[in-house]
């Protein structure tokens, strides 16, 4: 069996043709039929089944795609792994991040990359941690930013912080800022939410049920910019971590009161495919996290705390400018 073969049976899989195949792989289809022909002939199985159309899994194709694609990654990252030994560091590390871990920590981690590792190629999607967790489950991100644990045993958790859910909007609306409201006061609150398979969502609604409350959500805006819109345009308010909303409520704009019920603190996890090393590169980016989040969580601009904090209601929360 040749590594060749295992990249070639792939891509036809993925195309389901073996003309668009032949096509990205800039081999002859001739060629490409050949071998996947001997993969077929050494397993002693039939990958595919053939048709006027193109060509489609078998039953033992489908589960052999995935130990092809498993094969062909643990090559690709021992590879990389022993880049170290090469006296550098480099490779294509993808993030998913959370548009409130992406707004408060890409802009240092872009530029103590671009100083320190140039050879470390960072690629970012962002996205909800529902999307997350597929992302990685997938391969199409090595490390992501998640409010659930994915509840995977194939996956790693690491708690990196714990965030209070807060009601923000107008002032008008919300009343003195850093002032803890209890659930029960939210129901006379107009909101602006994320969409309902959304983590953040789906634990308001789960909450608000056992304590028999009806929240007034008005409209489902994903887009964080055009929930602050609406909120300012339309007088709503919105339930959400306060680091998305520090500039507005550090201007004057917003007010933000932490909800006073244990179910609305937030842990954000990192996630990565367990049972893996970490390549270099995915290390360095990694302890780079660490260290942003440690030292925002000293400075308390956004209200983040270690992962197992729960907060002592003496104290407000406080708008650290």
Not at 2 to 30: C, D, M, N, W
Not at 198 to 205: I, K, N
Request: net charge negative; glycine share 8%; hydrophobic share 35%.
């Amino acid at each position: 069996m040749e590594l060749r073969q295992l990249k070639y049976f792939i891509s036809v899989a993925q195309h389901g043709s073996f003309t668009a195949a032949a096509e990205e792989l800039h081999v002859s289809q001739p060629a490409l039929g050949t071998q996947v022909k001997k993969l077929e002939e050494e397993l002693d199985v039939n990958l595919f089944n053939r048709n006027f159309h193109g060509v489609e899994l078998t039953q033992a194709g489908t589960r052999f795609l995935s130990h092809a694609k498993d094969i062909l990654e643990k090559i690709d990252f021992a590879a990389r792994d022993i880049s170290e030994f090469q006296g550098k560091v480099e490779g294509v590390v993808n993030i998913g991040v959370t548009p409130s871990s992406g707004r408060v920590l890409l802009p240092s981690i872009l530029d103590e990359c671009s100083t320190h590792y140039p050879d470390i190629n960072l690629s970012c999607r962002q996205g909800y941690s529902d999307e997350m967790i597929r992302w990685v489950k997938n391969g199409d991100v090595n490390l992501a930013f998640s409010h659930e644990d994915g509840g995977d045993e194939n996956l790693t958790a690491i708690p990196m912080l714990a965030q209070e859910l807060c009601i923000i909007g107008p002032p008008e609306l919300v009343g003195e800022n850093g002032k803890p409201v209890d659930f029960s006061e939210l129901g006379k609150f107009s909101l602006i939410q994320e969409r309902k398979t959304h983590a953040t969502r789906d634990l308001l609604e789960r909450t608000a049920e056992r304590f028999k409350i009806k929240l007034d959500i008005m409209l489902d805006a994903d887009p964080i910019y055009m929930r602050k819109q609406m909120m300012e345009s339309y007088k709503r308010c919105t339930i959400s971590v306060y680091g998305l909303f520090h500039d507005e409520v550090l201007n004057g704009k917003f007010s933000a009161r932490p909800i006073d019920t244990p179910e609305m603190i937030r842990v954000l996890y990192i996630i990565k495919k367990g049972g893996e090393g970490v390549r270099p590169a995915e290390r360095v980016v990694l302890d780079m996290i660490e260290k942003q989040i440690k030292a925002k969580i000293e400075d308390g601009m956004y209200h983040w705390h270690e992962p197992n904090w729960q907060p002592k209601r003496g104290n407000k929360l406080r708008v650290v400018k």
